[in-house]
């Protein structure tokens, strides 16, 4: 056996950084979910045997929260509309496949590898996902006009998203590499991804990817922490007023908003009206189905992960998911000088922006809450959990 094959097979940081990566490029490159979920469980399998080594991660307080918010969310299957046992149990290893993957990126990310590895293998993957994509489109157009992705992308609002997330993570390897070669594969691939993105017609993925790499450029140009946090408040506040500015105009709001608020006001109003009245602090639960019917049409979910969040887990449950969001905010904002901390910046406001309108399963297998919310969150356990090792030494 090769020495640097066996130098790697003793190694299982190098191996989990590779498991780490496989599960996000499976899903640009496979087809099937639950094929792209392969190489999460791998991972939660090598997190398991060696358990002895990362167990001091709960000295972290925003592991704990991470704990707090699946637990929570994972035990409200119990009191959800006639939960099944395999249904319970499916859900109960979603969120162990989170935990585990959370646990296994906040170590990796201390060599630096994984960033480094994942922003390269998606400039390739996910330039040829977004390629592909385009051509398809072009050849055979659809009745829609938007561009739908392939495989497991063939959802705009997804795909968008999702190439949202890769434009954040390769324009943080343009902005951090020195190799010449994969800058350049970098510049080719933003190009790609954005051109899908635009195509996919998806407002909401516009605005958000338009903030999280104002917020990722604006990381590398200013220095000082506390003048970034204000340019970004500044940039978000812009953004909103931008914003309002054009759905004020007749004109630019036919633009920006072809297809109306499409029910938006109304499913929400419906989704928050039904949960305080019955199950404001504890929500329906996370099987419950969330599908709200408007004058004979039935919408598949709330199309906003906070709502989605109060249906499933009530008061309570939405309160542990801002705790965990917020107190990842501070930690990426106290290790502001980190490359990867402005990469999870980045990540964030990409999800935070885009959950507004979209999103409705923070607990699910490897797809798009893994790329905008869990990714940025391991990086933030893994910066505060060295922090705690340092001072422990």
Known sequence: MPAWLTDFLGDRIQINSVLIVLCFVSVLALSSQSAASYPSYLLAMSMLVTVRHWIDVFESPLMWMVVGLLGYLCASATWSEAPSARDTFGII???????????????????????????????????LAAAAAIAWFVMEPNSHGRLFGLGQLDNPVVAALIFGAVVVLVLHLLLVEKEARWRSVAWISVIIVLVAIYLTGSRNAWIGV????????????????????AAVLALLFLAFVGISALIANETTREWLLPRGDSFRLD????????????????????LTPDSITLDHRTFSHPHSMYIAVFFQGGLIGLLLFAALTLGAIRTLVEEYGQ??????????????????????ELVDKVGETWFLYWLPIGLAVGMQWSRFDESAD
């Open 93 to 127: 290893i979603r969120g162990l496949l989170i935990l585990l993957f959370t646990v296994a990126l906040a170590e990796c990310q201390l060599r630096g590898h994984v960033q480094r590895w994942l922003a390269r293998a998606l400039a390739i993957v996910g330039s």
């Open 210 to 229: 338009v903030c999280a790499c104002g917020v990722l450029l604006l990381s590398h140009l200013i220095t000082d922490r506390q003048k970034f946090v």
């Open 267 to 286: 499913i929400w109003a419906n989704a928050l009206s039904t949960t305080w009245e019955g199950a404001r602090w504890f929500g329906f639960g996370i």
């Open 339 to 360: 490359p990867s901390a402005k990469l999870a910046l980045g990540l964030l406001v990409l999800a935070l922006t885009s959950y507004l309108l979209d999103g409705h």
